[in-house]
């Protein structure tokens, strides 16, 4: 995939409809609004965050934040991913003493004095040993599953995170909905001529009507630009199809 900045993409546009540089604001008001609508449903533009933990184990949303794609913990150079974890209740917890926000666990959960739900994890493993470290048996659904992980709250505008070692901050990967886009923001080379005929759609006399020449012009070129993204082959399209072929007897 090319990437080009959206301050390239302008300055050609102003080459190839034969505009003075004065149109520049113009041009990249309007073509900021075209990626801005590409970005809903076309043209993900994927950025990053290193957001810090607050008392009670949350972090805040990034104003432009639309979905999220991963939360990861920090190492050096390296990325240790959490997993989403829907059990976590969005309802935030109170010390009753101070009437403070509480996390949900205790984060330092590798400390060997550290106590989570009345249980010490650096001592035990499962809820169900008791003080002598004998087992007392109903681990039939016992799984593997990580017992840290994240949610995602929208209602809070934050992702509450659960069961993490010390930690400062956490890193956000997500899909921006465009609200800070600038001159500056790298776009896919593909999404040029959708955005040329956005721009030229809002400075045409006919801006309001959906049904214009030039809005049936940029609605075309963001159809033919969904259809440049989707990367299936037909290999790929026979290969899904087969996938599900066995020798099994079927019912």
Known sequence: MQLSNLDMIVRRTLLERGLPLH???EILFHQASAVRELSKDSLQIVNSA??????????????DFMDDIGVS??????LQPIPKKDSISPIRIHDTDTGLFTPYVTNNINTPNATIYGYNPGAVWFWN??????PTGRYF???GSATNGYKVIRERRQIQLIGLPDT????LLYISNGQSVDNATQIDWRAFATSQAYSDWKRSPNAA?????????????KRAFRSSMNELTL?????????????AIKS
Not at 168 to 171: A, G, I, R, T
């Open 129 to 134: 040993i008791n003080d002598w470290s004998e």
């Open 141 to 143: 659904g016992a799984n």
């Open 73 to 78: 913990l920090p190492f050096g150079g390296l």
């Open 50 to 63: 290193n957001l810090p933990i607050n008392d009670y184990g949350a972090v805040d949303l990034p104003q």
């Open 235 to 247: 290999t790929d399209l026979r290969n899904i199809l087969r996938s599900n072929y066995t020798g």
């Open 209 to 221: 009507a959906k049904d214009s020449p030039e809005a049936r012009t940029y609605y075309n070129e």
């Open 23 to 25: 149109y520049y604001s």
């Open 168 to 171: 400062e901050s956490v890193v």
